[in-house]
């Protein structure tokens, strides 16, 4: 229950075109859904984050999409450029229990955008 | 300049030896993590602390130990108990207990076997 599920492990898509990185959770106490973009050889950075009261969130290109009811969330890029390919990483948290704070990582999506 | 430092940026552990990962914060955050990264796993937590000489277990400390004597470091020691070390450690930080504030990473150390 405490597990969060990424697919796909890896996406290929050509510059322009949108990238999409689904997630999805067994825990309904989690309340905070943050994306780190790792590069290689580097620490994940903070990327967007989203909270259940709203269903949609958008920083220039990066969006997250968040269904509560389906325990579902996604990061969609649109216009992909080759400088976002990079690991993404979803992860989750909740305000409670014994780790409270502590994030719940996801396996990663490697993508890659040709040129 | 705030930030998370780690340091060596690469390490080498020999056979049956005890090897600390430096882990240092100047941002305030009470709370702090070490993970360890793998290909095709994701980012796995080892140790975490809350607050200053408090410490607790992650989903798999076994074969390391961390110790938290100041607000502003966290070292990691693997020891020789650790029979895979090879991997990327991560140090992350987050401002306070309780609140909902992401963790923020350090720039990571490799960790290599001779």
């Known amino acids: 229950q405490q597990q969060v599920k990424q697919s796909p492990q890896s996406l290929i898509v050509q510059k322009g075109g949108i990238s999409i990185i689904n997630c999805a959770y067994e825990?309904?106490?989690?309340?905070?859904f943050p994306w780190y973009q790792q590069f290689p050889g580097k620490g994940p950075a903070l990327l967007i984050a989203?909270?259940?009261?709203?269903s949609e969130k958008k920083e220039g290109r990066f969006t997250i999409s968040f269904n509560k009811s389906a325990k579902q969330f996604s990061l969609h890029i649109m216009d992909s450029q080759p400088g976002d390919s990079a690991t993404y990483f979803c992860?989750?948290?909740?305000?409670?229990?014994?780790?409270?704070?502590?994030?719940?990582f996801g396996k990663g999506t490697k993508l890659s955008v040709k040129p | 300049d705030g930030g998370i430092t780690q340091s060596p940026k690469y390490l080498f552990r020999k056979e049956g030896q005890n090897v600390t990962l430096s882990c240092e914060q100047n941002l305030n955050h009470d709370a702090m993590y070490w993970y360890r990264q793998d290909p095709g796993q994701g980012l796995r937590l080892i140790y975490y602390?809350?607050?200053?000489?408090?410490?607790q277990k992650g989903d798999i400390a076994e074969g390391y130990s961390v110790s938290r004597e100041k607000k502003e470091s966290f070292p990691l020691t693997v020891t020789s108990a650790q029979k895979n070390p090879t991997a990327f450690y991560l140090c992350a930080s987050r401002p306070s207990q309780g609140t909902q504030e992401t963790q923020y990473f350090g720039p990571g150390t490799r960790l290599l076997v001779l």
């Open positions: 989203i909270r259940p009261d709203v």
């Open positions: 825990n309904t106490a989690f309340d905070y």
């Open positions: 602390s809350q607050i200053v000489n408090d410490f």
């Open positions: 992860a989750a948290s909740s305000r409670y229990g014994g780790s409270q704070g502590n994030l719940i």
